[in-house]
């Protein structure tokens, strides 16, 4: 696998959760172009490239974020850049019930960062990372809400999470959270 992501679309549908579908789309318009241009990127020089991409004031992306320079500037900016990366989801065509981020955090080149779902959806070994974290997020949410397990109304969930085994990974640490 080249370190450029496959990019050519499944059947998805860009929206944004607190942006607009709109600046959700010419985000990542931005940061599919970084990707292919770019071997791999980290999550922070991703973020980094959609502060610089936003800097200009007549960018398209520019009003997403404060630019007040008496601020902590480069912290806010990369938290901020991060949640805009983050708000940027897909759902399958016919399906707009069902979301999923447009750019989960994988490893991938030996870089943690932000990857084109349709990419990740390819290769075996991304998706299966995908896999680890959703277990590892469903064994976080039991052991949080351990003391409604006896609600009947749950009793199913938990029982279905018992189930579940964290899978093992050949190529390195446990799943990334």
Known sequence: ????????????????????????QIVETVLLEAMRTNERMSTEETKRVLIEHARP??????HLFEWDPLKQQDLYLLERAGQII???????????????????????AGKRG???IEAVLKSKS???QLLEQATAEIL???K????????????????AVEKLK????????????
Do not use: C
């Open 1 to 24: 696998m080249s370190g450029k992501p496959d990019t050519s679309r499944i059947p998805f549908q860009t929206v944004g959760t607190r942006l607009s579908t709109e600046d959700a």
């Open 57 to 62: 004031k007549d960018s398209p992306t520019h």
């Open 86 to 108: 983050r708000d940027i989801h897909v759902v399958r065509v016919g399906q707009s019930d069902t979301r999923m981020r447009r750019f989960p955090v994988v490893v991938f």
């Open 114 to 116: 932000p990857y084109p």
């Open 126 to 128: 991304l998706t299966s």
């Open 140 to 142: 976080a949410w039991t």
């Open 144 to 159: 949080r809400y351990n003391t409604l397990r006896d609600m009947a109304e749950l009793k199913g969930v938990f029982e």
């Open 166 to 177: 964290t899978p093992k990974r050949d190529d390195g640490p446990g799943p990334i959270i």
